[in-house]
């Protein structure tokens, strides 16, 4: 790619052998043989992952894909630091290996959303019941009867905060809960979906404080972390921690209308000032459960095959297995989102796949994860007995690297057929039956 082009396209630098980028974790990746895959499926979806690579769009990538358990790929390839678009050729660069902690981004609203129906399987809420039942101020302005699922199934009329919010108030929870409980609602029924990219999660952060006395970061701390033995997989990330977290760049294309302004209206600005915003160390040490979850391609992968696993994870039960199905039971069919402006299916908390095919590929109609921020793919597929974890540095939004994008998605699908009901896992035939 020449330079005028790779500026124009906001590229990275890219070598000819990506062999000098790329670190393979070989004591725990499985021989594909050892759980029934073909070794050249396997290859065939790291090749996808290198091509989309290729595409610069990406300074550094993260893969962990498990079938039946066992991890398949667990990769890394580019750099975490130094290798942005308008870094300089000749800067200091710090390679991105496969324990390089990254920001989730929105893939973050998928631990978020379970974490509260463990408060609902712990009988301290009701899913069904309004947000002001626990938190009566959220009723002002007609939010009295919106409901906690319509929160978590982006149904809550409150996709986006007050356009003149400064930005600092992202890491000021309080004056955020006190700008929503103020808010008007869009709607106050749950007739229309509209991404909430943000609110959603400090409703849901606010929400455990109340009916545990404890911060939701406490909360993840106590359910998750430390019972899956996560390193990182944290909102924000610990202060002695900060020079290890992979930095955030804007990539491809300027954007033009309407594109521009479907962006600014979901995230409340444009790419350059989201890259700016979640590379500032106060939007790093954070609590913002919709959007600031920081680990590895690996530990959001534990997570999904935790799931997979109907609640548990090395032998150790993490949640009951009608929570997991209760999590994943499609909410509605599949609607115009008013946020995005594409059509969603998504349940109270995760976005789902469809058939003939649908954001997780071809026939996913069981397949149930998250995107952070469009290009950051997790999702299982008990249809597929997978657990899927891309991770990466870039934000691109409409470019040249969509192709590639979708071509590792259709990748996994083809190289991981479905399984008949006889060869799932019993977890897993019982979670797919419910949606």
């Known amino acids: 790619m020449n330079e005028w082009l790779r500026r124009t396209l906001q590229s990275s630098r890219i070598p000819a052998n990506l062999d000098r980028v790329t670190e393979i974790d070989d004591e725990l990746e499985t021989e594909p043989a050892r759980v029934g895959a073909e070794p050249r499926a396997v290859e065939a979806v ?8 290729r595409t610069g769009t990406h300074p550094g990538i ?25 870094d300089r050729p000749d800067g200091p660069k ?9 920001c989730y981004f929105s893939a973050s609203k998928a631990v978020t959303a379970l974490l509260i129906h463990i408060l609902a399987e712990d009988g301290l809420i009701n899913l069904l019941e309004p947000v002001s039942y626990y938190c009566p101020e959220f009723a002002r302005n007609g939010k009295k009867h919106i ?14 905060l007050p356009s003149d919010t400064p930005i600092e108030a992202l890491w000021d929870e309080q004056r955020i809960w006190n700008l929503l409980c103020d808010a008007r609602p869009i709607q106050a029924d749950d007739s229309k979906v509209a991404y909430h990219a943000i609110t959603g999660g400090y409703v849901l952060g606010e929400l455990v404080r109340r009916v545990t006395g404890e911060s939701i970061d406490t909360l993840l701390d106590r359910r998750l972390r430390q019972p899956m033995e996560m390193r990182y997989f944290t909102y924000g990330i610990n202060h002695d921690q900060l020079l290890d977290l992979a930095w955030n760049y ?3 294309p300027k954007l033009v209308f309407p594109m521009s302004w479907i962006v600014r209206r979901a995230l409340g600005g444009d790419i350059d000032t989201v890259a700016e915003v979640s590379n500032d160390p106060r939007f790093q040490e954070a609590v913002i459960p919709a959007g600031n979850l920081c680990g590895t391609s690996e530990e959001m992968g534990r997570f999904f095959q935790m799931m997979l696993n109907g609640g548990t994870w090395n032998g150790r039960r993490i949640c009951a297995e009608s929570t997991v199905v209760g999590a994943i039971q499609a909410s509605g069919s599949m609607q115009l989102d008013r946020t995005m402006m594409v059509p969603m299916r998504f349940s109270a908390g995760f976005m789902l796949g469809a058939d003939p095919v649908g954001l997780w590929g071809q026939h996913s109609s069981e ?30 939004i409409v470019g040249h690297h969509l192709p ?8 996994v699908c083809r190289s991981f057929p479905v399984l008949s009901e006889t060869q799932r896992p019993l977890g897993n ?7």
């Open 46 to 53: 790291w090749e996808r992952v290198q091509a989309l690579y």
């Open 62 to 86: 993260q893969i962990t894909l498990r079938h039946r358990g066992e991890v398949l790929l667990q990769r890394a390839l580019g750099h975490s630091q130094g290798n942005g678009p308008h």
């Open 94 to 102: 710090v390679p991105m290996t496969t324990e390089t902690p990254v």
């Open 147 to 160: 409901t906690i699922h319509q929160i978590l199934s982006h149904r809550g009329g409150i996709p986006g």
């Open 250 to 252: 804007a990539t491809g």
């Open 367 to 396: 397949a149930f994860g998250h995107v952070g921020l469009i290009n950051k793919w997790c999702w299982a597929d008990p249809a597929r007995d997978i657990s899927v974890s891309l991770i990466n540095t870039g934000i691109p």
């Open 404 to 411: 590639a994008l979708a071509g590792f998605v259709h990748q």
């Open 429 to 435: 035939r019982q979670a797919a039956s419910v949606i």
